[in-house]
């Protein structure tokens, strides 16, 4: 399945925005980086829809909007049911000759909290009935908008207000929960991860799954500099870092059939070049408590279900 | 307008509301199975596997992706039908506000039944009452005959520019989902025309200019931002003042519905049942009036001058309608089919008792809780509330407002 289109930085600069400045993220906002590159690989006339989150709340605030384009949010935990009800629409609308006969393409997005945890059912049977849209994970791994509560998509060790780094408990004792391998196992026809410092390779997913027919769905590690608690202008560095030592490995899935995307791929050919996970866990506040005689072993916890996670994935994508 | 020329089915309270919703020209439905709502569902399932409906059916994995589903449909210009019943109201709740407050004009029957736990299947209003204050408006239906009415009724309610509030009907589980009742109804051209195309109210959108309000790439809108202290009070204020103008498009669409189909549910908003002379009256909801209309036809007989006002729109509550029809009875017996735990009475009554106190006129009003989880009401429990009713008068003495009647004690 190859996309058509090949993006290069001049589009990026000539595409006109769809989420407009202005809008009130903290500086150096992951989340938002990523959504602005995912409307880059918009084609045509679009309708967003957004579950409750940081996003959608910085987004808009009566009477202004960010959103250049249709955009409904209506709660926290039913985006991809929002998404359902108006692929439909549009089916039977057009069918009807009530509106335009053109393609609309349909795009969710929601947060970790909002996909792992709360919305993971309505997105189970979005994705079963098969409707025609792409999901975009926007991933900062907590919850970030009611004040960084972990999700299921907060990561070993990290610290959270609802984890928090204790005298006994070192943050979060359980593991992230692999989503986007779920969604494979839904056998949907594509599943992706990417990350805003691979922007070509996040914008042509996002391309991908915008063309696919039928259900898409994009995991995009977003970093987020208030509740990983790192420097604002070290978003895209970890962006990279999180790539490089496999925490977050960079992948599709087309009907089911895994395939490494180039930067993973090259630390697959060179497993020398894989970093290990203490500079990017160093470099961050919620993993601070870690680097203690006492919760050291958790980093080693942590390298642990990485290489363990990765030699599975390395297996899927026929490497050995 | 001449009474159009109708054919008699035998239909059960849900075939009524599918067959209603078949012959609306609805774009989408979406909608989970629960009992006594399942033959909604399953009937409108065959509509749409033997092409007899051009409606695109999403089969949800919950009532709330259904009404989510259906929320953004319907924002979507889309005309839009669910329905629902106790659990699965519940599991709504979050998104009938939603709905409401993106003014999404989604017309639901919700098939009455009693709240878990324990778990019941049959009848009682709990599950609708909870919900009425969330901005829908509210018909309750006597019988199939006026469910079916009922539902076309309320596409044009709904969609009206004016409102653009969703519309809720409720029919009694069992005792109409699952009974069959000759069910007269209009042809499909007919029903069709009645129920037109959606229409939309134009606000102002993002270039200045003012665009229909719904989602379209040529006239982009933002639905559901945050909204804040600067403003969501006004926009509360907006939806309670199309709650307030519902009353009249009610009685208009129920008068013009009425011209072709012969069909009066009162005004629409109340029906009087002998009460011009009555000295006691109940007041009730639902197909309970049913059995209590032929008590009151009993008492008549003997001389008692008793009469019913049965509520067709709770919501909105017609307020002067009410007071009117209430002014020159003695005593009232306001019947609830829920409860309000710890509450004095059950909703109706909250309601019907607090009007009356600002009409100067204060009659005896009592309350009786009946029917819950599928209790049965028959005549002669009806007959002690007017025995009860009589009582009063002679007595000039209450010695409990409010009452569970059909109950062990
Ligand atoms: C039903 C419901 N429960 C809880 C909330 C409160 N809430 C709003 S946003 C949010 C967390 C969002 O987390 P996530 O999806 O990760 O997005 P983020 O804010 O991190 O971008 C929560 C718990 C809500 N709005 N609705
Ligand atoms: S808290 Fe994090 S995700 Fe939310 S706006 Fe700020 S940087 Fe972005
Ligand atoms: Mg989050």
């Not at chain 1, 290069?8 to 980086?33: N, Q």
């Not at chain 2, 629902?84 to 039944?113: D, F, K, W």
């Not at chain 2, 007071?323 to 003695?330: D, H, T």
Request: proline share 5%; with cysteine; aromatic share 8%.
């Amino acid at each position: 399945m190859a996309s058509e289109y090949e993006f290069t930085a001049k589009d990026i600069v000539e595409k006109p925005e769809i989420l407009m400045s202005g809008h009130r993220a903290c500086a150096g906002c992951g989340p938002a980086t990523a959504l602005r590159l995912v409307l880059k690989a918009v084609r045509g006339p679009t309708i967003l829809t957004h579950a409750t989150g940081c996003m959608e709340v910085v987004s808009t605030i009566y009477p202004y909007t960010a959103w250049k384009i249709p955009w409904i949010h209506t709660a926290f935990e039913n985006v991809a049911a929002n998404a359902s009800g108006i692929e439909a629409a549009l089916k039977v609308l057009r069918r009807k000759g009530r509106i335009k006969d053109e393609h609309v393409d349909v795009i969710a997005f929601a947060g970790d909290g909002g996909t792992f945890d709360i919305g993971i059912q309505d997105l189970s049977g979005a994705v079963e009935r098969g409707h025609d849209f792409m999901y975009v994970l926007y991933d900062n791994e907590a919850y970030m908008n009611t004040g960084i509560q972990r999700s299921g998509g907060t990561p070993h060790g990290a610290a959270t207000t609802t984890s928090p780094a204790g005298s006994v408990i070192p943050g979060k004792p359980e593991y992230k929960k692999p989503i986007s391998d779920i969604m494979v196992a839904h056998g949907m026809p594509y599943v992706a991860t990417a990350s805003p410092y691979y922007w070509k390779d996040l914008i042509t997913k996002a391309r991908k799954g915008i063309e696919v027919d039928g259900p898409a769905f994009l995991h995009v590690i977003a970093p987020c500099p208030r509740g990983w608690r790192y420097d604002t202008s070290k978003t895209i560095e970890i962006s990279r870092l999180v790539v490089e030592n496999c925490i977050f490995p960079l992948w599709e899935a087309i009907d089911g059939e895994y395939q490494l995307s180039e930067p993973s791929e090259a630390i697959a050919l060179k497993p020398e070049t894989k970093k290990p996970v203490q500079e990017y866990l160093r470099m961050q506040g919620r993993f601070r408590h870690l680097f203690t005689p006492k919760f050291e072993k958790v980093i080693d916890e942590i390298q642990w279900i990485t290489d363990k996670r990765w030699q599975r994935l390395l297996k899927k994508c026929g490497i050995n | 307008m001449e009474i159009v020329k109708q054919k008699v089915l035998a239909l059960n309270g849900d075939e009524a509301v599918a067959y209603a919703v078949k012959q609306s020209d609805v774009d989408v439905v979406s909608a989970y199975p629960i009992t006594p709502q399942t033959i909604i569902v399953e009937r409108f399932s065959e509509y749409v596997a033997n092409g007899e409906v051009d409606t695109e059916f999403i089969c949800v994995e919950s009532e709330h992706s259904a009404l989510s589903a259906c929320l953004t449909a319907s924002a979507m210009g889309a005309r839009v039908f669910t329905a629902t019943a106790s659990a699965g109201l519940a599991l709504m709740h979050e998104i009938l506000y939603v709905t409401s407050g993106c003014r999404a004009p989604v017309v639901m029957a919700v098939v009455n039944r009693a709240l878990s736990a324990p778990i019941n299947i049959h009848c009682d209003h709990s599950d609708s009452m909870v919900e009425r204050d969330c901005s829908w408006i509210q018909l309750y239906a006597e019988n199939s005959q006026e469910v079916y009415d009922s539902i076309i009724q309320a596409f044009r309610i709904a969609e009206n520019p004016e409102i653009s509030l969703p519309v809720m009907v409720g029919l009694d589980g069992f005792s109409l989902s699952h009974t069959l009742e000759n069910v007269q109804v209009l042809p499909d051209d007919v029903v069709r025309k009645f129920v037109g195309t959606r229409q939309f109210p134009f606000i102002k959108g993002h270039e200045g200019k003012m665009v229909p309000f719904k989602l379209d790439p040529e006239n982009p809108l933002s639905m559901g931002p945050l909204d804040l202290y600067d403003y969501y009070f006004e926009h509360k204020r907006q939806q309670e003042e199309a709650m307030q103008k519902a009353p009249k498009v009610i009685q208009q669409v129920h008068e013009e519905y009425a011209q072709m189909s012969g069909r009066h549910y009162g005004n629409g908003l109340i029906e009087r049942y002998n009460l011009e002379d009555a000295e006691i009256a109940a007041v009730c909801l639902g197909s309970t009036a049913g059995t209590v209309k032929t008590v009151v036809d009993e008492l008549r007989a003997e001389g008692v001058k008793a009469g019913l006002l049965r509520i067709r729109t709770f919501r909105p509550l017609p307020v002067e309608e009410i007071i009117k029809a209430l002014e020159n009875v003695k005593a009232v017996a306001v019947m609830d089919r829920s409860l309000s735990f710890g509450g004095y009475g059950g909703a109706v009554f909250h309601e019907i008792r607090h009007i009356l106190y600002d009409a100067h006129i204060h009659p005896y009003v009592v309350n009786y809780i009946y029917g819950l989880g599928g209790r049965d009401t028959p005549r002669n429990l009806i007959h002690k509330i007017y025995q009860d009713l009589q009582e009063i008068l002679q007595t000039r003495r209450v010695e409990k407002p409010v009452k569970f009647i059909g109950l062990r004690e």
